[in-house]
T-cell receptor
Framework: DAGVIQSPRHEVTEMGQEVTLRCKPI?????LFWYRQTMMRGLELLIY????????DSGMPEDRFSAKMPNASFSTLKIQPSEPRDSAVYFC??????????FGPGTRLTVL | SQQGEEDPQALSIQEGENATMNCSYK?????LQWYRQNSGRGLVHLIL?????REKHSGRLRVTLDTSKKSSSLLITASRAADTASYFC????????????FGSGTQLTVLP
């Protein structure tokens, strides 16, 4: 298996633009997680899905953030409009109940 | 919010020495996991210890768990330069339905 795939690996955009991050989980995994990592706040869980259904989005910072999982092999995290404080590394992870999470390589987002 | 807090924040040792990192947490857990993150990469799962276990080994890794003190330690024996990375503990809180809460991490540097 190729592991969790994220795209793009790097994204540089200007404030106010829409940003879409993509994730392909490991085949057969029924949990998908979106995290954000910054130096100041560490690794934060934004939202997670089980069987394509959002279970807990309490970590999503604002309404500017939205996530979808239209099928078992694809998820998106969208930021609209983006702000400089959204600059971070965004990780997607997947897991098969009940334990270990497998992380993707991350998307480094820079909002100018 | 961060459940686990690692100690020390940074550790620098010589190749061949042992490295010990500690993690403290606040609530009841199902299990505790340790992850490694190399610079610019995603997190990689190292080892999981369940709440009813006290010690676990995997290669050069030894993990202990003391639920009465709400603490865990990760020991890396005979360290190598390739062990240089950040190490995170993550707790699966009781009743959290698959969420992991990550600590702030220990940055380990192994000098050749």
């Amino acid at each position: 298996d190729a592991g969790v795939i994220q795209s793009p690996r790097h994204e540089v955009t200007e404030m106010g633009q829409e940003v879409t991050l993509r994730c392909k989980p490991i085949s057969g995994h029924d949990y998908l997680f979106w995290y954000r990592q910054t130096m100041m706040r560490g690794l934060e869980l934004l939202i997670y899905f089980n069987n394509n259904v959002p279970i807990d989005d309490s970590g999503m910072p604002e309404d500017r953030f939205s996530a979808k999982m239209p099928n078992a092999s694809f998820s998106t995290l969208k930021i609209q409009p983006s702000e400089p404080r959204d600059s971070a590394v965004y990780f997607c992870a997947s897991s098969l109940f009940p334990d270990t999470q497998y992380f993707g390589p991350g998307t480094r987002l820079t909002v100018l | 919010s961060q459940q686990g807090e690692e100690d020390p924040q940074a550790l620098s040792i010589q190749e061949g020495e042992n490295a010990t990192m500690n993690c403290s947490y606040k609530t009841s857990i199902n299990n505790l996991q340790w992850y490694r993150q190399n610079s610019g990469r995603g997190l990689v799962h190292l080892i999981l210890i369940r709440s009813n276990e006290r010690e676990k080994h995997s290669g050069r890794l030894r993990v202990t768990l003391d639920t009465s003190k709400k603490s865990s330690s990760l020991l890396i024996t005979a360290s190598r330069a390739a062990d240089t990375a950040s190490y995170f503990c993550a707790t699966d809180e009781s009743g959290s339905a698959r969420q992991l809460t990550f600590g702030s991490g220990t940055q380990l540097t192994v000098l050749p």
